[in-house]
């Protein structure tokens, strides 16, 4: 039996978009940047290497489908990918579209002013758009 839940500051922090064979895909509440979550469905995972080979694998298409898709929903000019886990601890990988006209470039967008949420129909769109170009590809609810 799996029980796993995703971390509370990720709960509050994202909205969920839709789940792959490992990872739930969220997107980061921030209108300054286009954010997306995996966050792989594994109780206890801190660490890419905590995953077995098959997972490693797996997180690894999965973060590609995720960077492709928002790259082509931005035409952003680069793709930012990292796990970092020194706030959250729960194995959580960071896709994140930039363009040297965002706020920091080419900064980190960690620690950078105030969050700034969506809109309600500026979210509603991004997520009904995101689900649609990755729901397109096998391995996705």
Avoid at 24 to 49: K, T
Avoid at 118 to 127: D, Q, R
Wanted: charged letters at 20%.
């Amino acid at each position: 039996m799996n029980s796993f839940q995703l971390d509370v500051r990720l709960t509050a922090d994202t909205v969920f978009i839709g789940t792959f064979s490992l990872c739930e895909i969220r997107l980061m509440n921030d209108c300054r940047w286009p954010w997306l979550i995996l966050v792989p469905r594994l109780v206890g995972a801190e660490e890419i290497h905590d995953l077995s080979p098959v997972e490693q694998a797996q997180i690894a298409t999965e973060t590609s489908r995720v960077a492709t898709a928002l790259k082509t929903h931005t035409n952003c000019s680069k793709i930012n990918t990292g796990a970092l886990g020194n706030i959250v601890r729960q194995l959580h990988i960071h896709v994140i579209a930039r363009d040297e006209n965002d706020p920091n470039w080419p900064g980190p967008v960690w620690g950078y002013g105030d969050r700034e949420e969506y809109g309600e129909p500026e979210l509603a769109e991004i997520v009904g758009r995101l689900q649609k170009m990755l729901s397109s590809g096998s391995g996705y609810s």
